[in-house]
């Protein structure tokens, strides 16, 4: 098992940056793949990026690309996302995830539904 811890969320302003934390302890070396989604109030839980940590490898969604970064502390077993020129669309509760199957790490879409997840951060973002 997985147990993650996320911080790092916070209230900013249009255009500000955060960087997320996920610390990851426990079994870490079985883990294939991590991301990030997020949760809205009246909205559908959305896939935000996706991780490989043993090739280092990254995929985002449309609504982030360009905007939202991965990087990886293999020492310390922490991800992070650094989420550049927010906008109020990215409000939200930001959950990390982890896979140990990696046929099941394919698809963004489906990162809520991984082995572990953590407990989730405030992301909210005002004009």
């Known amino acids: 098992q997985v147990q993650l811890v996320e911080s790092g969320g916070d209230s900013v302003q249009t255009g500000d940056s955060l960087r997320l934390s996920c610390a990851a302890s426990g079994n870490t070396g079985r883990v294939s793949c991590m991301g990030w989604f997020r949760q809205a109030p009246g909205k559908e839980r959305e896939g935000v990026g996706l991780?490989?940590?043993?090739?280092?490898?990254?995929f985002y969604a449309d609504s982030v690309n360009g905007r939202f970064i991965f990087s990886h502390d293999s020492a310390k077993n922490i991800l992070y996302l650094q989420m550049n020129n927010l906008k109020v669309e990215d409000t939200g509760m930001y959950y990390c995830a982890a896979q140990r199957d990696f046929r099941r790490c394919g698809d963004i879409r489906t990162i809520a539904s991984f082995d572990s997840r953590g407990q989730g951060t405030q992301v909210t973002v005002s004009s």
């Open positions: 991780f490989y940590p043993k090739a280092s490898r990254s």
